[in-house]
């Protein structure tokens, strides 16, 4: 298991997780404030960092409009210390098997968070590709999703 087998060292964070967001996340508090909340994205980061440091983890983010991006970031999780990803995808979460295939390279904790209820939307976002090679899903949260996907993160990386 990555990150939390080891013994902490002071003041070192149990494990390095990563934030992912695809595309047109930048633009939460502007799009469809009913469906998205009315916070911006550094607001969702800020509280699923907070509950990562809660828990003594640290939180990186990053935020991609291109699907390559979000493959190549992923790519190099595999090798740059990350212990576990969350990763929202936008709509790329409905139909991209690339992002699906780069997922399941990685033997390490994957969590797919979204900030609405996909199940309870338009039909063509019942559908996510990528849940079936994560550890698990939540969505429909707003925010608080964000903070319960650090939790869920944390739990599969304690199990081990």
């Known amino acids: ?3 939390c087998g080891r013994s902490r060292p002071r003041g070192r964070p149990i494990a ?3 934030l992912l967001h695809g595309p047109n996340l930048s633009q939460l508090g502007v799009r469809d404030p009913a469906t998205y909340g009315s916070q911006d994205l550094a607001a969702v980061v800020d509280h699923a960092r907070a509950t990562a440091t809660e828990l003594g983890h640290d939180l990186a983010d990053e935020q991609h409009e291109a699907e390559a991006d979000l493959v190549r970031r992923i790519h190099t999780a ?3 210390g990350t212990d576990a990803i969350l990763l929202n995808a936008g709509a ?3 139909y991209s098997y690339a992002l ?3 997922l399941a390279i990685l033997d390490l904790p994957k969590v797919e968070v979204h900030l609405s209820n996909i199940h309870g939307r338009e039909r063509f976002r019942h559908t996510s590709v990528i849940a079936a090679v994560c550890d ?3 969505a429909g949260f707003g925010i608080d999703g964000y903070g319960l996907a650090v939790r ?3 739990a599969v990386l304690r199990r081990g």
Do not use: E, I, K, Q
Request: zero cysteines; glycine letters at 10%; a neutral charge.
């Open 152 to 154: 869920a993160a944390d």
């Open 78 to 80: 595999r090798t740059d």
């Open 1 to 3: 298991m990555a990150g």
């Open 92 to 94: 790329f979460t409905h």
């Open 16 to 18: 390095r997780l990563l």
């Open 136 to 138: 698990g899903s939540v």
């Open 100 to 102: 699906r295939d780069a």
